[in-house]
């Protein structure tokens, strides 16, 4: 809540990304009389702030997460834990909720998570980069939204971005043909094709002869 001060560190020049925050005071005018603010700094620069990223509430538990609903959406507070530290590749889908081409792009993302629920060395992940900050090199290429970072397993701060044709949006099929061309190009682990319909439908069982069954015990 406001009033807030916070120290910007550009660490990677002014206005550029990533940046790391040093958070002074929120929601208190006391906070910001001059000598506060004066200590504050003072403590920046003798090296004992500690660094304050930003982080939504949680969206949902990792746990709990029902795959057939697209993709989990992570806050600034997992992205270690689900990005940086998982085993696999991840691919990440950050967004702005007022862009129209991230809302075009998410039911994409949301479908490309359902396909490939059949991998498991392959987690596909979306955040609102207007609430959760990100303290990763990738930041430096996102420029706009919505924007796709690839984090391969075992390297993970040589991420880079994923660029599916944008006039493919409004084509389910063409867009998720992409999207997988793509990502095979940089994945790690092999991504097989989705199990078609016949495969993942087993035959019931009903105790009746087939016909080839039929005309061998008529012999």
């Given at each position: 809540?406001?009033?807030?001060?916070a120290i910007v560190n550009w660490t990677n020049g002014f206005s550029a990304r990533p940046y790391q925050l040093f958070l002074h005071s929120?929601?208190?005018l006391e906070e910001l009389s001059s000598t506060k603010l004066v200590l504050a700094a003072r403590r920046f620069l003798a090296g004992e702030m500690t660094p304050?990223?930003?982080?939504a509430p949680v969206v949902e538990d990792p746990q709990k997460h029902d795959p057939h609903s697209g993709a989990l959406e992570i806050v600034g507070s997992q992205f270690e834990e689900l990005?940086?530290?998982?085993?696999?590749?991840?691919?990440?889908m950050f967004f702005a909720p007022w862009c129209g081409f991230s809302k075009r792009m998410q039911p994409h993302v949301d479908d490309l998570s359902r396909q490939l629920q059949h991998v498991p060395s392959l987690s596909v992940l979306k955040i609102d980069d207007t609430q959760n900050d990100v303290n990763h090199p990738l930041?430096?290429?996102?420029t706009g939204y919505p924007f796709l970072g690839f984090f391969p397993s075992g390297r993970k701060f040589e991420a880079r971005p994923i660029k599916v044709n944008g006039k493919l949006l409004g084509d389910v099929e063409a867009w998720r043909a992409e999207a997988l061309h793509l990502l095979r190009q940089h994945a790690t682990h092999p991504i097989p094709d989705p199990p078609?319909?016949?495969?993942?439908?087993?035959?019931?069982i009903s105790g009746l002869l087939t016909d080839e069954e039929e005309r061998q015990e008529e012999f």
């Open positions: 809540g406001l009033p807030m001060a929120k929601e208190s304050w990223v930003r982080s990005v940086l530290g998982h085993d696999g590749d991840v691919l990440v930041m430096k290429q996102l078609s319909a016949s495969e993942e439908i087993e035959e019931p």
